[in-house]
């Protein structure tokens, strides 16, 4: 059975659409999940949950999927200006583009997503999916350096084989106490053109991970997120 997963595409329209092509390109998969943070941040919303749709993709709820997380961070910004990676104006402009560029409809989909997943793929041998980890959507636990007893501990209540994230944007695999982590890494905020997502096979009793970076075109993804209107991070 195979497996494609990515995560964190942040409304990078056409960083989805190459890693999709690569992925047919490649055979395909039998199953595709999007682990969360689908929308904010590039050109992509409606357009890019209908294709996401289309292609059948499981998705994960992220932090950057609903206004909860930008207004309480603008809230942050008001209060305490400066002490924000982004400024408050930011901050309120992706609230105010969730409200008038996404479609009631696709702002329930999102909201509602599950926060889990779980795939039964053999005896004994299941695939956990999440945005960060059990215990929050947000856990900062997902980079590679993480130690191992903080990585325990944030996952420890889940009985799995191997575990799969996003989150973190930079792609890794690493086995601790018999137990395969994935950070898939992220389709979108890319600074070097190269869209990631993970192969996971298991064929014969054992798994197979293959992380992968695919180019797309960053002109015209910016020329797609000026023509949309949203609003961009502070340099």
Known sequence: MRFALFSDIHGNY???AAVLDALSALGGADVLIAAGDHVTGESGGDDLIELLLAHHVHLVRGDSDTPDKFIRLAEQARLHPGQTRNSLAYYQGIVEWFEHSIAPST??????????????????????????SPRAIDDPVCAAGTPADTVRRAYGSVDASIYAFGHA??????????????????????H????RFTLLTYRD??????HHAVPYDTEAEAKRVVQCGVPRPDP
Request: charged residues 20%; glycine residues 8%.
């Open 14 to 16: 056409t960083g989805l």
């Open 107 to 132: 702002r329930h989909l999102l909201a509602t997503l599950p926060f889990e997943m779980t795939f039964d793929v053999a005896p004994e041998q299941r695939l956990y999916v999440c945005h960060a």
């Open 169 to 190: 944007h930079t792609s890794y695999s690493r086995w601790l106490d018999g137990r395969l982590y994935l950070n898939v890494a992220s389709v979108g905020f890319r």
């Open 192 to 195: 070097d053109g190269l869209s």
């Open 205 to 210: 009793g054992h798994w197979i991970s293959e």
